[in-house]
């Protein structure tokens, strides 16, 4: 393939990521007549038309939508390439890529990675935070953080330890609503729990605090929304003790109700040599450990 084709394909993926070829311009750091010269090369080298020109912006055709998901796979093996190929002897510089839920993300990442990150200021970390995971068996993430073990082949994953998960509220909560005595009168508090995720109502229920058909006065399936609402006192909800201490939040019924959650470090076998990414991989999950073992 040559370097014209895949360019003119960057910018493919850039129109229909963006929606306008200026949007895409400004995406790629070229001229809008660049874009515009090899999105009509791509077109014509094709012989089909990839846009149609609407009062909100280009949509793709037909066509496009078909060489969508082939597009994204160049798009991810060129990234890997890049983050593979930069400072690959080097622990202190270059690329690592890390995936990990919004929850872990936000909550625990950022303070764990701080010394790491002022040690090797050379080094470049791209953070892929969301409830949907990058797939690392696909190279999409270099490193990925989880709350499962990875079953993914040709992946080395390491327990790290577990999240001690229990039912929380706010000084302010526990003041308007008092603390509750057993778990039959927590059940009739205002709870905060998930709305359609059902692996997280399984969770409750095999904890004893609620049946299936609970109705909870909060309901949200985003983790962060819902350590959001504890603070803000809107009621009784899951929190991890890690993260709960951190914001000041109070343990309800820590005798009765609790569970532990594993937490795993995984990456693909391949980059095990990859100097930064191998030491990135060992630093984070010694973090991890001593974050755990709170």
């Not at 778990?183 to 905060?192: D, M, S, T």
């Not at 006065?217 to 985003?222: C, F, Q, R, V, Y």
């Amino acid at each position: 393939m040559s370097g014209l084709e895949w360019e003119s394909q960057r910018v493919f993926l850039a129109v229909l990521r963006s929606g306008s070829l200026s949007g895409a311009a400004r995406m790629l750091g070229i001229a809008q007549a660049t874009a515009r010269r090899r999105l009509e090369s791509l077109e014509s080298g094709l012989g089909v038309n990839l846009f149609t020109r609407t009062p909100t912006g280009l949509t793709p055709t037909a066509s496009a939508r078909g060489l969508i998901h082939h597009v994204e796979s160049m798009a991810i093996a060129a990234e890997a390439f890049n983050r593979m190929a930069s400072g690959e002897t080097q622990v202190s510089c270059g690329i690592v890529r890390l995936t990990s839920s919004e929850f872990l993300g936000v909550e625990v990442l950022p303070g764990l990675l701080s010394e790491f990150h002022y040690k090797h200021p050379g080094l470049k970390l791209e953070m892929s935070i969301g409830d949907s995971l990058e797939d690392i068996s696909r190279q999409e993430s270099d490193i990925a953080v989880r709350l499962q073990r990875p079953n993914e082949a040709g992946i080395v994953a390491r327990r790290v330890g577990a999240l001690h998960v229990g039912i929380y509220a706010s000084a302010e909560c526990l003041e308007r609503y008092g603390e509750p005595a057993s778990i039959e009168a927590l059940r009739k508090a205002p709870l905060i729990g998930p709305d359609r995720r059902s692996a997280d109502l399984r969770r409750l229920v095999d904890m004893g605090l609620c049946e299936a058909d609970q109705s909870f006065t909060i309901a949200s399936d985003n983790h962060l929304f819902q350590l959001s609402a504890l603070k803000a006192g809107l009621g009784f909800g899951l929190c991890p003790a890690t993260v709960a201490a951190t914001h000041g939040l109070i343990e309800v019924l820590p005798d009765s109700l609790g569970l532990e959650v594993d937490v795993w470090i995984a990456m693909h076998n391949d980059l095990r040599k990859v100097g930064r990414i191998a030491h990135t991989f060992d630093a984070l999950g010694a973090a991890l450990t001593r974050y755990l073992e709170r």
